[in-house]
């Protein structure tokens, strides 16, 4: 229905039974002139657009008739014995927002004599809005005057309200919808995408993609929206948008009627909570690192100087750990070492070799280097670190390799101990990486934190072993030297352990001049086994030294004393007593008597260099288990050139190695050395290197013995005699 705002005699309205404008026909064939059609043609389009619920309507030109069918009635909600089809009255059944614009819609038709095409609401008796949507042609004569305006209207409300709930969708979504054409022209953007692009979606439809946003030409964007666009499938991505808003964005390019929509959400704070936990995994992991690093061994002076090698490049570009002595005077370089470096950039990595070796030397007393030392606190340069570093250096071949190795930012990290500054870590960054963050200082500090406290242990660890090493030695004295044989003793101490071991061995003689071997054994690693193995040393020493009893009696007798003295020491032992009759000299041999309680078997190496080990029928218990137990012996005769070897378990035991595997390598490993023909030191000496690992898990003692012609000299490898005063000379 369209009122017409022009100055013409009263409109009239009317319907025709066949629901076509009353005496007029349209021009069906589209030419835009009148024609007089047939009246069954008439008929068929009139059932046509009534099946259709269209309503027509005709404007006569000429006398301002308006006429309608009588779905157009049904349209705009009129009676048609109610309607009389004046202006006034045409206007109330429209919105009032609306008149204005279908009236100047009408004006444009009738001013240029071609297609009408106008929307327009009109409110309904129930509260109801309908929308319709109306279409019309001028019809003209073969003159091309106008005579009238005929049309067609429809319902579009459930479209438009579609639409509207379409639109609405859009708005209320939580992420960024904008639609494009396939001119990459924008149709459509929603209120999340003004919020998230920053600008109003005025200034964005209708122009180019590229044009609203230049910083996507060339970026993950365009190769990705081009790819949706070309293979015609939904891609999904996130990228950083590097200028305003400056954002990072998850991105659902979706292919649409030969354009480009995009779904897009701001995951900034996402981005950053992940680059967050990131770097503190990366910390996390570089702690447990440098933590691994420096308790995997006590010797923390190599453990720290790789640590330049962890920190490089997680924390700076290159690195240098220093090492404090505790010799000279405090402060002073002359007590700095640098003990490990490294560098990023491989090809640095010998000009660093280089300044590493000068630059201690070439230190100036306010050097940032002592400068940390003397306050304990941390030096910082955030840049111009070239210059600053050639200020504190002495003339000298470290100030042109400072520049070549050209840093811009340092820091200076003391490494603590226990109330003193035990090491330096000094990091640097070149040009092209900023001065460290915050994150990477705490990083830092707590590297060196955990550096610092390594060493120091390391510096208590040496102190304790060193004393330890003394005690023990204290306790294990120099073997005797008889005439009729050689002694080689050995003591090699756990490797990660400070404190003394239970292991002892012993070699003396009697007063009938045989000479007593004893090896043994106290259960335990620590001060209290180390001051018992010294108690049973010394009871089954002093038994053994005053009478000429055998092996077994001596290891009952001090079984005894120990439960007398309540030690509550429990510990292996073998005896063994070389002696000799006048046949046996005459002969050559020696006889060997020895009782084991619960030790490892004895090893016997022939001269002819066959292995034999002397292993009883049944062990016998441990000492301090049953007091009263009855010791067995054994003997066996040896003759000139034969050597006797007594050991502790930590010889042939270990956690991945049962006792019977360490025993047949043990004789493997002996035959392998007799046929070397090698002294007893040296035999001694290379059977423990093969036989331990670089870091032993337990003590280890060792008593050989060798047994030579004594008609002849004494040989020269085996020293000259000793033996106490007033004893035989045998």
Same mark, same amino acid.
């Not at 000492?623 to 007594?646: K, W």
């Given at each position: 229905?369209?009122?017409?705002?022009?100055?013409?005699?009263?409109?009239?309205?009317g319907v025709d039974?066949?629901?076509l404008?009353a005496?007029?026909?349209?021009?069906v064939?589209g030419?835009?002139?009148?024609?007089?059609?047939?009246?069954?043609?008439r008929?068929l389009?009139a059932?046509?657009?009534?099946?259709?619920?269209?309503?027509?309507?005709?404007?006569?030109?000429?006398?301002?008739?308006?006429?309608?069918?009588?779905?157009?009635?049904?349209?705009?909600g009129?009676?048609?014995e109610?309607?009389?089809?004046e202006?006034?009255?045409?206007?109330?059944?429209?919105? =009032?927002?609306?008149?204005p614009?279908?009236?100047?819609d009408v004006?444009?038709?009738l001013?240029s004599?071609?297609?009408?095409t106008?929307?327009y609401?009109?409110p309904? =008796?129930?509260?109801? *809005?309908?929308?319709?949507?109306?279409?019309?042609?001028m019809?003209?004569?073969?003159?091309?005057?106008?005579? +009238?305006?005929v049309?067609a209207?429809?319902?579009v409300t459930?479209?438009?309200e579609?639409?509207?709930r379409?639109?609405?969708?859009?708005?209320s979504?939580?992420?960024?919808?904008l639609?494009?054409g396939?001119?990459? $022209?924008?149709?459509y953007?929603?209120?999340?995408?003004?919020?998230l692009?920053?600008r109003?979606r005025?200034a964005l439809?209708?122009?180019?993609?590229?044009?609203a946003?230049?910083? *996507?030409?060339?970026?993950v964007?365009e190769?990705?929206?081009?790819q949706?666009? +070309?293979?015609g499938?939904?891609?999904?991505?996130?990228?950083?948008?590097?200028r305003?808003?400056?954002v990072?964005?998850?991105?659902?390019?979706?292919?649409?009627?030969?354009?480009?929509t995009?779904y897009?959400?701001?995951i900034?704070?996402?981005?950053r909570?992940?680059e967050?936990a990131?770097e503190a995994a990366?910390r996390?992991?570089?702690?447990?690192a440098?933590?691994?690093?420096?308790?995997?061994?006590?010797?923390?002076?190599?453990?720290?100087?790789?640590?330049?090698?962890?920190?490089?490049?997680?924390?700076a570009?290159w690195?240098?750990v220093?090492?404090?002595?505790d010799?000279g005077?405090a402060?002073?370089?002359?007590?700095?070492?640098?003990?490990?470096w490294?560098?990023?950039?491989?090809a640095?990595r010998?000009?660093?070799d280089a300044?590493?070796?000068?630059?201690?030397?070439?230190?100036?007393?306010d050097?940032?280097?002592?400068?940390?030392?003397?306050?304990?606190?941390?030096? *910082?340069?955030?840049?111009?670190?070239t210059?600053?570093?050639?200020?504190?250096l002495?003339p000298?071949?470290?100030?042109?390799l400072? /520049?070549?190795?050209?840093p811009?930012?340092?820091?200076?990290?003391p490494?603590r101990?226990?109330?003193?500054?035990v090491?330096?870590?000094?990091?640097?960054n070149g040009?092209?990486?900023?001065s460290m963050t915050?994150?990477?200082?705490?990083?830092? *500090?707590d590297?060196?934190?955990?550096?610092?406290l390594?060493? #120091?242990?390391?510096?208590?660890?040496?102190?304790q072993?060193?004393?330890a090493?003394?005690?023990?030695?204290?306790?294990l004295t120099?073997?005797?030297q008889p #005439?009729h044989?050689q002694?080689v003793?050995r003591y090699t101490?756990a490797?990660?352990?400070?404190?003394?071991?239970? #292991?002892?061995?012993?070699a003396?003689?009697?007063?009938?001049?045989?000479?007593?071997?004893?090896?043994g054994?106290?259960?335990?690693?620590?001060?209290? /086994?180390?001051?018992?193995m010294?108690q049973?040393?010394t009871?089954l $020493?002093?038994? /053994?030294?005053?009478?000429?009893?055998g092996?077994?009696?001596?290891l $009952?007798?001090?079984d005894?004393?120990?439960?007398?003295?309540?030690?509550g020491?429990?510990?292996t032992?073998?005896?063994?007593?070389?002696?000799?009759?006048?046949?046996l000299?005459r002969?050559?041999?020696?006889?060997?008597?020895?009782?084991?309680?619960?030790?490892?078997p004895?090893?016997?190496?022939?001269?002819?260099?066959?292995v034999?080990?002397?292993?009883?029928e049944?062990?016998?218990?441990?000492?301090?288990?049953?007091?009263?137990t009855?010791?067995?012996?054994?003997?066996?005769?040896l003759?000139?050139?034969?050597t006797?070897?007594?050991?502790?378990?930590g010889?042939?035991?270990?956690?991945?190695?049962?006792?019977?595997e360490?025993?047949?390598?043990?004789?493997e490993?002996?035959t392998?050395?007799?046929?070397?023909?090698?002294?007893?030191d040296d035999?001694?000496?290379?059977?423990?290197?093969?036989?331990l690992?670089?870091?032993?898990?337990?003590?280890?003692?060792?008593v050989?013995?060798?047994?030579?012609?004594?008609?002849g000299?004494? =040989?020269?490898?085996?020293?000259?005699?000793?033996? =106490?005063?007033g004893?035989?000379?045998t």
């Amino acid at each position: 229905m369209e009122p017409i705002p022009r100055s013409r005699p009263q409109w009239s309205a009317g319907v025709d039974g066949d629901g076509l404008p009353a005496g007029r026909s349209v021009d069906v064939a589209g030419t835009g002139t009148a024609a007089d059609g047939d009246d069954a043609g008439r008929a068929l389009l009139a059932l046509s657009v009534d099946a259709a619920g269209i309503g027509t309507f005709e404007v006569d030109v000429a006398t301002g008739r308006l006429t309608w069918n009588r779905r157009m009635f049904e349209l705009l909600g009129v009676a048609p014995e109610g309607f009389s089809g004046e202006l006034a009255e045409a206007y109330r059944h429209i919105h =009032p927002d609306d008149v204005p614009r279908v009236a100047a819609d009408v004006e444009a038709a009738l001013a240029s004599t071609g297609a009408y095409t106008t929307e327009y609401r009109v409110p309904l =008796p129930d509260g109801r *809005t309908r929308h319709l949507s109306a279409r019309g042609q001028m019809i003209t004569d073969a003159a091309g005057n106008p005579l +009238r305006l005929v049309g067609a209207t429809h319902d579009v409300t459930a479209e438009r309200e579609s639409s509207e709930r379409i639109r609405a969708a859009l708005e209320s979504l939580a992420i960024g919808y904008l639609a494009m054409g396939a001119d990459w $022209r924008m149709t459509y953007v929603n209120a999340r995408a003004e919020r998230l692009t920053g600008r109003s979606r005025d200034a964005l439809l209708g122009r180019s993609l590229w044009e609203a946003f230049p910083a *996507t030409v060339g970026t993950v964007f365009e190769e990705r929206y081009r790819q949706a666009v +070309r293979s015609g499938e939904a891609v999904t991505f996130e990228a950083h948008y590097p200028r305003e808003p400056d954002v990072w964005v998850e991105v659902q390019a979706v292919p649409e009627n030969g354009g480009l929509t995009l779904y897009f959400l701001d995951i900034t704070d996402r981005r950053r909570a992940q680059e967050v936990a990131a770097e503190a995994a990366r910390r996390h992991a570089l702690l447990a690192a440098v933590t691994e690093q420096l308790t995997g061994t006590m010797d923390a002076e190599r453990a720290v100087a790789y640590l330049a090698q962890l920190v490089v490049p997680a924390l700076a570009d290159w690195c240098i750990v220093t090492l404090v002595d505790d010799e000279g005077p405090a402060g002073s370089r002359r007590n700095l070492r640098d003990i490990g470096w490294w560098h990023a950039d491989e090809a640095m990595r010998t000009t660093l070799d280089a300044y590493a070796e000068r630059r201690i030397p070439a230190l100036t007393e306010d050097s940032f280097l002592l400068r940390a030392l003397v306050t304990g606190r941390s030096t *910082t340069v955030d840049s111009g670190a070239t210059a600053a570093v050639q200020r504190v250096l002495a003339p000298s071949q470290a100030r042109d390799l400072i /520049a070549e190795l050209a840093p811009e930012s340092m820091v200076v990290l003391p490494l603590r101990g226990r109330g003193r500054t035990v090491g330096l870590l000094t990091l640097f960054n070149g040009s092209t990486r900023a001065s460290m963050t915050a994150a990477e200082r705490d990083t830092a *500090t707590d590297v060196a934190g955990r550096a610092g406290l390594a060493l #120091d242990n390391s510096r208590l660890y040496r102190q304790q072993r060193d004393l330890a090493a003394g005690l023990q030695r204290s306790l294990l004295t120099r073997p005797v030297q008889p #005439d009729h044989a050689q002694i080689v003793v050995r003591y090699t101490p756990a490797a990660e352990a400070a404190d003394v071991g239970g #292991d002892w061995y012993d070699a003396f003689m009697q007063p009938d001049g045989a000479t007593v071997l004893v090896i043994g054994d106290v259960i335990g690693h620590d001060t209290e /086994a180390a001051a018992a193995m010294g108690q049973a040393r010394t009871v089954l $020493r002093s038994l /053994a030294a005053v009478d000429h009893e055998g092996p077994a009696e001596v290891l $009952r007798r001090t079984d005894e004393v120990l439960e007398t003295l309540r030690t509550g020491i429990i510990a292996t032992a073998l005896a063994g007593r070389l002696e000799q009759d006048e046949d046996l000299r005459r002969r050559g041999l020696t006889r060997l008597r020895w009782s084991s309680a619960g030790h490892p078997p004895a090893a016997v190496v022939a001269p002819d260099g066959s292995v034999q080990l002397l292993a009883g029928e049944k062990a016998d218990l441990l000492l301090g288990v049953v007091p009263d137990t009855a010791r067995q012996e054994h003997e066996v005769v040896l003759g000139y050139g034969t050597t006797v070897l007594l050991y502790t378990d930590g010889l042939i035991e270990a956690r991945d190695q049962p006792i019977e595997e360490g025993l047949q390598r043990l004789q493997e490993t002996l035959t392998d050395l007799a046929a070397d023909d090698l002294s007893l030191d040296d035999l001694v000496d290379q059977l423990l290197e093969r036989m331990l690992p670089p870091q032993p898990e337990d003590d280890v003692a060792v008593v050989a013995v060798r047994l030579h012609d004594q008609h002849g000299p004494r =040989p020269a490898e085996a020293g000259s005699d000793r033996t =106490p005063p007033g004893l035989p000379d045998t």
